[in-house]
């Protein structure tokens, strides 16, 4: 095989990439240099196909990247799983478009179904007052997402494939968004991002990394609601998760309490 047609195969899985998941993975981003194949006779050398666009019609640019609006158009068609067949709304996600965090949950409840929007039941309430705690807000530097954008039935855990089917475009929501801090809520988040088995008591309040990440864990908020017991720990790991940002992004609650003054 020639350099060239290695070079046509390595792009046309960069396009399959970005076709399914919304974005190229940083492993597909950069093309390596290959080189010919020993062979023993020359094979032909295959010319890129040129399209040339009609004298009357300019010739379309290049595509710039992708958006969240593109990875949402895509979330919205997805059939990859069975959640799809269920579902009343998908919840892509919801926040600013440059957060400093972003935090991650497990999956859409019975509200988030209704509402098209993540955390909006009785849990995201408590995740607002969560958040406003640390002077975090999905109005002004955070921005929300779940491992998986449909509901399961009966608010159950996501199945392996569930969370591998939406996994392309939650990296490709967090390769757009570059946060400052990704806060994880519970056992699912957690696991998924890590790729682990261990549980959430083993996993929180601690940070680890994520592609150059800070990654933090604490309890979901639906655990809170059933045990006010862990109200406490959560509250200390919250307390690790702004000390971690105003060590790398000082201002980080500048907005917040912009807003909040104006409000």
């Known amino acids: ?54 004298q009357n019609e300019s010739p379309k640019p290049e595509s710039t990247g992708i958006s969240l609006d593109s990875v949402n158009a895509k979330i919205s068609a997805c059939q990859n799983c069975v959640l799809s067949k269920t579902r009343t709304h998908v919840v892509p996600g919801e926040g600013v478009s440059n957060p400093v965090v972003m935090v991650i949950g497990e999956g859409p409840g019975e509200d988030e179904d209704e509402s098209g929007r993540p955390f909006v039941g009785k849990a995201g309430q408590l995740l607002d007052k969560m958040l406003a705690s640390i002077a975090l807000s999905r109005d002004s530097n955070c921005f929300i997402a779940n491992i998986v954008k449909c509901r399961p039935p009966m608010n159950r855990t996501p199945m392996p494939d569930e969370a591998n089917a939406c996994s ?95 409000a």
């Open 168 to 262: 392309g475009y939650l990296q490709a929501q967090i390769h757009i968004l570059k946060p400052q801090l990704i806060l994880a809520m519970g056992r699912t988040a957690i696991q998924n991002l890590l790729q682990t088995e261990k549980g959430i008591n083993a996993l929180r309040g601690q940070f680890f990394d994520y592609n150059g990440i800070p990654v933090i864990a604490t309890y979901h908020p639906s655990a809170l609601l059933r045990d006010e017991a862990l109200k406490r720990p959560a509250w200390e790991d919250l307390k690790k998760a702004r000390a971690k940002l105003a060590e790398i992004c000082p201002d980080y609650a500048a907005e917040f309490y912009r807003m909040q003054n104006k």
């Open 1 to 54: 095989m020639t350099a060239a047609q290695k070079n046509q195969v390595f792009q046309l899985l960069q396009n399959a990439s970005a076709w399914l998941n919304g974005y190229v993975p940083d492993d597909l981003a950069v093309c390596p240099e290959f080189s010919d194949d020993a062979v023993q006779a020359p094979l032909p050398e295959v010319q890129p196909e040129v399209t040339v666009a009609p």
